[in-house]
DNA sequence: CGCCTTTTTGACATGGATCAATTGTTGTGG
DNA sequence: CCACAACAATTGATCCATGTCAAAAAGGCG
């Protein structure tokens, strides 16, 4: 993931705000027209390939980006290597952080990533003329912030099983909500990560993670076609593997 | 911690806002004369005794609070009792979530607690109608979420020693911020938790915590007055021990 | 002093990591 | 279409950090 071969990103072409595929659900939703154009005119389409790095930790954030399409992911490393990924960007999520001048993450694209960037300072001017757009980052970082705390719980208490279970939840229904209906019994879906890039959303390894796909194949929790695509013959069955409480909230 | 012996939280003789001791860290910093005034006709003061719990996961939650005093944490669990804390609540944060009906989190004290709070229908009006209160609102959430994510790197892939020493640089951390200076060699400080709430805070048994305090005592990392009295003589082999990558952000 | 809670320590079990080998997959050039 | 290289995933054998169970010490308090 951090080392993978170089290619410079793309710049995409300019994608008018108002023409925006994912705007309903971005920051400018309650723009006007009017503002639509001053964002029009300071904007950068950007494309990263799977496994490129959009941001080195410790590196000066010079923009503040929405991801339009794809996923990217924040991770931290210890002195060693070891690797955690803390955070998974999906649109609208926001990159970058108001007055901070470094990141304290490598974000790297998971798979093709689009973002929408600005330069830091033109956005921190709207950011304080726009009360709208500062509730969206609002509502954003308190919903970041409770996936943060679902995956602290996985992360601090869940057994192996439980771990990759619950990763296969969040998926199906991540999967389920962008064809707008729920998973249900029977449900197929691509899980598009490779297992390394699960086992450091997951805090185990490669070996561990894989084990458990075989474990859960095994017990018939779960169809493997090829190691990328699934099937739930049961969902109940793999929501009890994921050890949550019954009354637990919706994760992420 | 879950199952403290039951008192009632204790109603405390109304603070007016203009004598508030935290006024100038929390939300109300920017607010005129005119303000307090509306915020003082609002609130309510209430402390709760270490181990009370403030709210219980799944309850309705009809207020909106910002803790004053003392530390409070956010816990959660799993169906079988599996217990983890997934946030630290120190003054000036706040209690709640906007826009949503039952707390996904058991709120408990960890010492004695002084929260300020509001109805909670009174306090989303205000938010609508003060900017400034919405931006310390964000501001507050980032910092959370920049702590929250920093620990999810130390529950996924930290050892047992590295979690503990981390802790006690954050406690020794947040002591020194107390009284204005930073933590230097031959920094005493008393830790506050006891050994289940830092287990709970790590991932770990309390066997394991105790175990690896006895271990850093051995290694003449810490000496250990007694068990909730620590001196660091070398801080600099504390930080050592935690593990962190030399450039990483200042935890919490 | 005796009761209760917290902490420490010990003995043992085990889940997941580590190291290593094999198999499967994808893409490339002949 | 095959051969080969690079990568991804699986599986096996072994080790060790941490959990589990149990008991002993150390405080706190009426």
Redesign the pocket.
């Known amino acids: 993931m951090k080392h993978a071969?170089w290619k410079s990103p793309s710049l995409i072409p300019h994608i008018r705000c108002k023409d925006c595929p994912v705007r309903q659900h971005i920051i400018c939703a309650n723009c006007g027209p009017s503002e639509l154009e001053k964002l029009d005119a300071i904007k950068t389409n950007i494309t990263f390939q799977a496994g490129q790095t959009i941001v080195y930790a410790g590196d000066k954030v010079e923009f503040f980006g929405f991801v339009m399409r794809g996923v990217a992911a924040l991770s931290r490393n210890l002195i060693d290597g070891r690797r955690q990924m803390v955070g998974l960007l999906l649109p609208p999520d926001f990159i970058g952080r108001l007055r901070q001048e470094v990141s304290p993450f490598d974000v790297d694209a998971v798979s093709e990533v689009t973002i929408c960037q600005f330069p830091k300072p033109q956005f921190e001017a709207l950011v304080l003329s726009s009360p709208a757009l500062e509730r969206r980052l609002l509502e954003n970082a308190l919903d970041e912030l409770d996936a943060a705390r679902e995956w602290m719980l996985l992360l601090g208490r869940?057994?192996?099983?439980e771990?990759v279970s619950s990763l296969l939840v969040l998926i199906a229904r991540y999967d389920a909500a962008m064809n707008e209906h729920s998973p249900a019994d029977g449900y197929f879906f691509p899980v598009l990560l490779?297992?390394?890039t699960m086992a450091e959303y997951l805090?185990?390894?490669?070996?561990?993670?894989?084990?458990q796909?075989?474990a859960l194949k095994n017990d018939g929790i779960i169809v493997?076609d090829?190691?990328?695509h699934i099937c739930v013959p049961d969902f109940a069955m793999l929501l009890n593997e994921a050890g949550d409480d019954s009354d637990g909230g919706i994760i992420s």
Chains 1, 2 share one sequence.
């Open positions: 071969p869940k057994t192996a099983r771990k490779k297992r390394e805090g185990l390894t490669i070996e561990t993670v894989s084990r796909f075989s493997l090829d190691s990328q």
